[in-house]
């Protein structure tokens, strides 16, 4: 199981301009569909006016032909919202987009149907009902102008249908009575008042789509810049309370060995004669506050980056030795045996980065197995290189898995932490990220332990190629033949 072994890093990465422009297509389709249904509560009362004048001046067959449509047309609208509550209102993206698509035509049909006055009154009814008619017709193409705008595919399809479909019936019903006096010139008249407007509702449905994207676009932005504040700030006050939390672990690690000495030191005043009693413990006390400043000192100058590392051929079989000369004692102190096994290779690394991690895996597991033993080894994989630290201990449970890499962490269930710093592991990750290595961690509650470090293919890369020896033999890759 692989344990991720670095801090959490918040940050917010700037949503893609495809993401930005799906979200805002959604919420434009989302007031298409709220101006929806004023639409329809306009068409609808204004459909029987429509009735009314017409009925006795214009044919009445196609009058009645012309509202049923028109009812069927409202009706089926008025599901449409209808289906677009249930399932799309509360969806956002790629599923208001098809819907829309599959939908658009009868925005269109409606368009053209609205056309259907002047058709039936152009040139056969009264004056003032061909006024009115005309007025009701470009009336509807007004009043859709801010709700349709919106999206700006429907509100072209809209606009397009409605002046298209008057300007053709103009032109035709002109040309059936282009005998009628004065005809030709109501034609012209009427005709470019329809271009006019068509232009102008265009433009106007341009700009106030405009207007709509540009205010949700500022939207998308302000509610990124909010996340992202609201992050950083969770990020400061996180690393506010590690601060702190590191702080006071470190100031209660240094308190005990300090006080501890300082009580050596008068009991070694007041009884020289105990000297040699006093001197071994005066040392642990020296040692640990040693161990304690260099830890600490590690761990400052790799947050701080100026961790320098220094790669070069590290023979693993040597460091394996020196590590074993170094915990041999601990191990036989606490009745363990340690044991490496490795085959004769040599790494591009940092030897003294690579004895801090191997060597700080070694003391945690020595430190926390009480009977049995303690394994290092490496294995050769086909794309990496794997360190193996594998011990007897008290193991680690699962929900500790994470927290052990964190500073100052002991459990608290585990004998012998007593004199652990806890920074032994908060080290080995950091040390492992600097090294581009991987870490990972195999445990069960009073099972035992295995840590591995990982050394994919491209941190042994060296300038030349790749270079190990194994079985006594130097092999390179990447050299030119």
């Known amino acids: 199981m692989l344990v991720d072994t670095q801090p959490a890093t918040y940050q917010h990465m700037p949503a893609s301009p495809e993401v930005r422009d799906q979200w805002v297509d959604s919420q434009l389709i989302g007031v298409l569909m709220d101006n929806v249904g004023p639409s329809l509560l306009a068409a609808s009362i204004s459909l029987p006016v429509m009735v009314y004048l017409m009925a006795g001046e214009v044919n009445t067959a196609a009058l009645v032909v012309w509202t049923l449509l028109m009812l069927a047309m409202l009706a089926y609208r008025y599901r449409l919202i209808g289906l677009y509550r249930l399932q799309y209102d509360h969806v956002e993206g790629p599923q208001r987009l098809d819907f829309v698509h599959r939908y658009r035509w009868s925005w269109a049909a409606v368009a053209v149907l609205w056309a259907g006055p002047v058709v039936l009154s152009y040139l056969q009814a009264s004056v003032t009902t061909q006024f009115v008619c005309a007025v009701?017709?470009?009336?509807?193409?007004?009043?859709?102008?801010?709700?349709?705008?919106?999206?700006?595919?429907?509100?072209?399809?809209?606009?397009?249908?409605?002046?298209?479909?008057?300007?053709?019936?103009?032109?035709?019903?002109?040309?059936?009575?282009?005998?009628?006096?004065?005809?030709?010139?109501?034609?012209?008249?009427?005709?470019?008042?329809?271009?006019?407007?068509?232009?102008?509702?265009?433009v106007a449905g341009a700009r106030l789509h405009q207007v709509h994207r540009s205010s949700f676009e500022l939207q998308f932005s302000n509610q990124e810049l909010i996340d992202s504040l609201t992050l950083q700030t969770r990020a400061s006050l996180r690393a506010v309370a590690t601060k702190n939390r590191f702080l006071a672990s470190a100031a209660h690690d240094l308190r005990q060995p300090v006080h501890a000495l300082s009580l050596y030191a008068d009991w070694l005043a007041s009884e020289p004669e105990?000297?040699?009693?006093?001197?071994?413990?005066?040392?642990?006390?020296?040692?640990?506050?040693?161990?304690?400043?260099?830890?600490?000192?590690?761990?400052?100058?790799?947050?701080?980056?100026?961790?320098?590392?220094?790669?070069?051929?590290?023979?693993?079989?040597?460091?394996?030795?020196?590590?074993?000369?170094?915990?041999?004692?601990?191990?036989?102190?606490?009745?363990?045996?340690?044991?490496?096994?490795?085959?004769?290779?040599?790494?591009?690394?940092?030897?003294?980065?690579?004895?801090?991690?191997?060597?700080?895996?070694?003391?945690?597991?020595?430190?926390?197995?009480?009977?049995?033993?303690?394994?290092?080894?490496?294995?050769?994989?086909?794309?990496?290189?794997?360190?193996?630290?594998w011990d007897t201990g008290v193991g680690i449970a699962r929900e500790h898995q994470q927290a052990i890499f964190q500073e100052f962490f002991?459990?608290?269930?585990?004998?012998?932490?007593?004199?652990?710093?806890?920074?032994?592991?908060?080290?080995?990750?950091?040390?492992?990220?600097?090294?581009?290595?991987?870490?990972?961690?195999?445990?069960?509650?009073?099972?035992?332990?295995?840590f591995r470090v990982l050394l994919p293919a491209f941190t042994q890369q060296e300038p030349g190629g790749l270079t190990t020896v194994e079985n006594g033999r130097s092999s390179r890759t990447g050299d030119p033949t």
């Open 274 to 389: 105990m000297a040699r009693d006093i001197a071994p413990r005066i040392l642990q006390s020296t040692r640990a506050i040693n161990e304690l400043f260099d830890s600490l000192f590690d761990l400052t100058r790799i947050d701080a980056g100026n961790y320098k590392v220094n790669l070069q051929h590290v023979d693993v079989e040597k460091l394996f030795a020196d590590l074993q000369l170094q915990f041999e004692p601990v191990a036989q102190g606490k009745g363990l045996r340690l044991r490496t096994y490795t085959r004769p290779t040599v790494l591009w690394s940092d030897p003294v980065v690579l004895r801090r991690i191997l060597g700080n895996l070694l003391s945690n597991a020595l430190r926390h197995t009480h009977a049995g033993g303690v394994l290092l080894g490496l294995r050769h994989r086909d794309d990496m290189l794997v360190f193996e630290v």
């Open 410 to 450: 002991r459990v608290s269930q585990h004998q012998g932490t007593e004199d652990s710093l806890g920074l032994g592991l908060t080290i080995v990750s950091k040390l492992t990220s600097l090294m581009g290595y991987q870490l990972s961690l195999n445990s069960e509650a009073n099972r035992g332990s295995v």
């Open 136 to 202: 009701v017709v470009l009336g509807q193409g007004l009043l859709n102008l801010t709700g349709f705008s919106a999206c700006l595919p429907v509100f072209r399809s809209y606009a397009n249908s409605l002046a298209l479909s008057v300007l053709l019936a103009v032109i035709g019903l002109t040309a059936l009575h282009i005998d009628q006096p004065d005809v030709l010139q109501k034609g012209i008249l009427f005709g470019s008042l329809m271009i006019v407007f068509w232009f102008l509702m265009l």
